[in-house]
């Protein structure tokens, strides 16, 4: 269903914005289409343990966590969860009739921006480090506490995630 709903919404006629051009870059959770002005972030069905995309509210529920979360640290880029309605063949954004998937809703940026382009390009600098560093350190400082006595700081709350991973990659490691 995925590789067919993403070719149907390369169709610049179901977005309210006009559509400069189509770019879709694929990660292992998810799609994004780049549109010109906005990017949609879809959800992949995946289950990794860690991550269990497989249900339909679950992407919701996580599309728009991701939405609230990031928020915090930009500026207007993560802009709302929008339902994709419709068919496969024929979706709609934010049509009538129920969700047949969600996207996160985002301003796009130039591709160039991304950090990794920059350092290829030689043009990310020890200022572009330490402006994020300072970013990230400030979140972190002024972040809410969680009280000592809460179940979050538990070390079996910690490692239990991290045993997992362990559980779930160990049948996929091939013997040296």
Not at 19 to 42: C, D, M, R
Not at 109 to 124: A, V, Y
Not at 157 to 176: D, H, K, T, V
């Amino acid at each position: 269903m995925t590789q067919a709903l993403i070719a149907a919404l390369q169709n610049p006629d179901i977005y309210p914005h006009p559509v400069e051009n189509f770019q879709v870059i694929e990660t292992h959770i998810s799609w994004v289409i780049l549109t010109g002005p906005y990017a949609y972030k879809i959800k992949k069905a995946v289950d990794f343990g860690f991550l269990d995309f497989t249900d339909i509210k679950a992407r919701q529920h996580f599309c728009s966590e991701e939405v609230r979360l990031n928020q915090r640290l930009t500026d207007d880029l993560y802009l709302e969860v929008v339902a994709i309605t419709g068919s496969v063949e024929a979706p709609q954004l934010q049509g009538d009739g129920p969700a047949i998937e969600y996207a996160v809703k985002m301003r796009q940026f130039p591709q160039t921006q991304l950090l990794g382009d920059m350092q290829k390009r030689g043009e990310l600098s020890e200022t572009h480090i330490d402006a994020l560093a300072k970013q990230i350190a400030r979140f972190h400082d002024e972040a809410p506490r969680v009280p000592a006595e809460h179940s979050l700081g538990d070390p079996h709350a910690i490692m239990a995630p991290i045993r997992q991973n362990f559980e779930q990659i160990r049948p996929l490691l091939s013997e040296p």
